[in-house]
Nanobody, 121 residues
Framework: QVQLVESGGGLVQAGGSLRLSCAASGRIFSINAMGWYRQAPGMQRELVAAITSGGRTNYADSVKGRFTISRANDKNTVYLQMNSLKPEDTAVYYC???????????????WGQGTQVTVSS
């Protein structure tokens, strides 16, 4: 099995910053794309940012220029640096990873448990 453990959420004032981390562990052979999603109350889960194993990134328009995704392949960890936070960024943030497990011929997606980010105005 594979586990994703997120950390770094919390309460911050508008204009502030937070850094989320997500570490994958378990029977991992390799990890393809990793990403961050968020879900606000009453809303669908949406992609925030994603990064390939080669470092290519993709961002939601709403966070471009404010958020930066990065990863440490040697640590199976993905980060999300969030700057200039706005109240509308308030949501539960979920980590996602597309993982090849040891001994498996296909990859599958795994999700973290989520971490709350609250931005006060």
């Amino acid at each position: 099995q594979v586990q994703l453990v997120e950390s770094g959420g919390g309460l911050v004032q508008a204009g502030g910053s937070l850094r989320l981390s997500c570490a994958a562990s378990g029977r991992i052979f390799s990890i393809n794309a990793m990403g961050w999603y968020r879900q606000a109350p009453g809303m669908q889960r949406e992609l925030v940012a994603a990064i390939t194993s080669g470092g290519r990134t993709n961002y939601a328009d709403s966070v471009k220029g404010r958020f930066t995704i990065s990863r440490a392949n040697d640590k199976n960890t993905v980060y999300l640096q969030m700057n200039s936070l706005k109240p509308e960024d308030t949501a539960v943030y979920y980590c996602n990873a597309n993982v090849f497990q040891q001994g498996s011929s296909s990859s599958r997606n795994y999700w973290g448990q989520g971490t709350q980010v609250t931005v006060s105005s």
